[in-house]
């Protein structure tokens, strides 16, 4: 219980170490397996070369397994009190929220509508004065800006309807998926829901109808910006499509922004990092809110007291430090059943993100994060604590320009973010700053400065997002895990297919260029914050596309031996002679169980798996019983497989 003023303060948040006893007895009886196996390897004389590739495989999977272990050790869980936010009031911090959205055909503006519907609804007391909506759109384009404009117009009676109603789901979609079971006394909500859905039914229409030629063409003044213009060449366009301030009704909503960086061929874009990057300037010039909360567009709010619940992790220690910020697990809707690509990231946010979150703290996982601007600002938690001002703390114009750049605007806010001064009065007319916000979304801006190194999202590697959130964490930060009854957020995924291979490229490549530059975290752990297991539960994940190559080649190891008629198993006789677990580190990590680990478990890849096990034993020179051990020992490592679970 925090005490404040010698006031008892109620709880906002518990940190509650989860029970694994189980688990990690089964994690140490494989793990001794694993051992077993590589002194039985290293102690034959003669095993050839098969022999040789075996060990050298089976030692790298001894080593993931070790830094598997590492991160599930010490898991924990957040848990966080809402309804003791009331004494506090006073205290809730202002948020800005960023959407990214990059293509209109790749990412229907009608999606992002429901992202940005979804936010301008959530519950937070004084939502209009204290929240904003930023839209990044690297399309540049009219039809989104089109649809964002009917949003906000939409918005004025979806958000007093969500309230009056208590709407569970605020992302309309979602929503009106499915028709309520209307009670004798609910009439007026009955009439006001029939009301809401035709008008929902009337925006998706004009959107879906909205065509570029005829807006730029129709549309009026607000659309002369579009015209003529390529999305890769154009100057910055920002847009206020509702300003709290001005047109308030009832107990408002959010300022909505729509904001399309300026581009140029000449300058690198750096993809999301840097529309991220546009997006924290921009704001930092008109509302400055201590909190930024960022989703990508496909991802709606699903629990309309997320901010409330994620205002607990941010102000519910007695110290910062342990809550540079808070990230939510990554959930989809309509994903398939038993994720059986794996990109549904139900392993990496069920068995390790809990982990994680015990150790220096939850990764940066790109959308569903709450970031204090501070920490995004590159300071660091000491130069708080101590009143010193740390790596981008010193006041003097001067540095302040070398840090964050030449304008005179930005480097105010960053002042007062720095010096933790957020009593400065909020600009009152926000689109009295429209001419500075495309100043700062220039493409230039950022030359000559800290942007994307120290300062703001990290340029370098596809998985920006991974990259940033280390870097906070190499500063001393730590960062919490915010999880919700209902979840907190849903997205999309790809199904599978190449969308699903092409993402995990993405994401395979951006580790490896983490892996191998000076971003690396050993390098981190040894000049700066980053700690020694967080460390290893970083590189548990970056070293994904090195596996690659080691589980190809011991997979192939397997239909090798059969053609060349040579073993890298031991004799089934041996093999009797033998205690039982040595049996199993014998065949362990099987090589076609190896090539089923690029699957999660789901009942079709078993069921082949063991067929092909009993199929062996109708090749010349592997006996039944041999075949039998194999069905055994997949019976065996399925059931670990399942219950340890395993990257991916
Ligand atoms: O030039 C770009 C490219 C992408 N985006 C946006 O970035 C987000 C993520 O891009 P997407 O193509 O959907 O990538 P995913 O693989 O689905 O995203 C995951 O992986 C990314 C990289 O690790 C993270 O940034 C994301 O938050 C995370 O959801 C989307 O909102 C895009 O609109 C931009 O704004 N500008
Ligand atoms: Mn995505």
């Known amino acids: ?242 300003d709290n301030s001005k047109s308030r009704i009832g107990e408002g909503f959010p300022h909505l922004i729509y904001v399309s960086r300026e581009k140029n061929p000449r300058h690198h874009h750096h993809y999301k990092a840097g529309a991220m990057n546009v997006l924290t300037r921009v704001s930092a010039v008109m509302t400055n809110a201590p909190i930024m909360l960022n989703v990508d567009c496909d991802m709606f709010a699903n629990n309309p007291q997320v901010v409330l619940h994620a205002m607990c992790l941010l102000l519910g220690f007695d110290d910062e430090i342990f809550s540079g910020f808070a990230q939510v697990p990554q959930k989809f809707y309509d994903g398939l059943k038993d994720d059986p690509f794996g990109n549904q990231l139900e392993v990496i946010f069920k068995k390790l993100g809990n982990g994680v979150a015990g150790l220096q703290g939850m990764f940066y996982a790109g959308t569903g994060c709450f970031h204090r601007r501070k920490v995004i600002y590159g300071m ?119 969308a699903c291979l092409t993402q995990f490229k993405r994401w395979a490549t951006g580790f490896f260029e983490i892996l191998i530059s000076q971003n690396n975290p050993i390098i981190a752990t040894i000049f700066k914050h980053l700690q020694f297991r967080q460390c290893l539960s970083y590189l548990s994940f970056y070293v994904w596309p090195v596996r690659g190559f080691v589980e190809l080649c011991y997979s192939l190891l397997a239909p090798y031996c059969l053609l060349t008629n040579q073993s890298f198993l031991t004799k089934v006789r041996a093999l009797l002679s033998t205690c039982a677990p040595t049996c199993i580190t014998r065949y362990m990590p099987c090589s076609p169980l190896v090539v089923f680990h690029m699957f999660r478990p789901c009942p079709a890849a078993w069921a082949t798996h063991n067929a092909f096990s009993v199929g062996l034993a109708w090749y010349p020179n592997v006996s039944f019983l041999e075949s039998m051990y194999h069905v055994w020992n997949i019976q065996l490592s399925y059931l670990v497989y399942i219950s340890t679970g395993n990257i991916r």
Not at 88 to 112: G, K, Q
Not at 384 to 404: H, M, P, V, Y
Not at 428 to 446: F, G
Request: charged letters at 25%.
């Open 1 to 242: 219980m925090a005490v404040a003023g010698g006031k008892k303060m109620k709880k906002l948040q518990e940190r509650v170490p989860l029970r694994r006893t189980a688990w990690m007895l089964a994690e140490f009886v494989v793990l001794f397996l694993l051992l077993a196996l590589l002194a039985r390897r290293a102690t034959e004389r003669d095993g050839g070369a098969a022999w040789r590739v075996a060990l050298v495989c089976e030692a790298w999977f001894t080593f993931l397994w070790l830094l598997n272990m590492n991160v599930k050790w010490n898991p924990v869980r957040f848990v966080t009190y809402p309804e003791n936010l009331a004494e506090r009031a006073d205290e809730l911090l202002a948020v800005d929220m960023f959407v990214t959205t990059a293509d209109p055909v790749l990412e229907p503006p009608l999606v992002t509508v429901n992202t940005v519907l979804s936010l301008l609804a959530v519950d937070y007391p004084d939502a209009g004065e204290k929240l904003a909506c930023y839209v990044s759109d690297d399309g540049c384009s009219p039809v989104t800006f089109y649809a964002l404009r009917e949003a906000a117009r939409f918005a004025r009676v979806w958000v007093p309807f969500c309230r009056r109603h208590g709407v569970a789901v605020r992302a309309p979609f979602r929503y009106f998926s499915s028709t309520p079971e209307f009670g004798p006394t609910d009439h007026k909500f009955s009439e006001d829901w029939t009301f809401m859905k035709s008008e929902y039914e009337k925006l998706v229409r004009r959107i879906e109808e909205a065509d570029e030629s005829t807006l730029l063409r129709q549309g009026g003044g607000e659309f002369a910006d579009f015209i003529d213009v390529e999305r890769r060449n154009h100057p910055a366009i920002i847009k206020i499509l509702w």
């Open 380 to 498: 660091t938690p000491d130069s708080i604590g101590t009143g010193r001002e740390g790596t981008t703390g010193s006041r003097s114009s001067k540095e302040l320009q070398f840090k964050f750049g030449s304008s005179e605007e930005l480097k105010e806010s960053a002042r007062n973010i720095i010096s933790g001064n957020l009593t400065t009065e909020p600009i009152v007319d926000i689109s009295s700053r429209i001419e500075v916000a495309k100043e700062v979304a220039a493409c230039y801006y950022e030359n000559g400065t800290r942007w994307g190194q120290e300062v703001g999202w990290v340029y370098g590697s596809m998985t920006e997002d991974t990259l940033t959130g280390q870097r906070i964490h190499s500063a001393g930060w730590r960062s919490t895990m915010l999880e919700t009854e209902p979840l907190p957020f849903l997205g999309c995924t790809p199904t599978g297919g190449p």
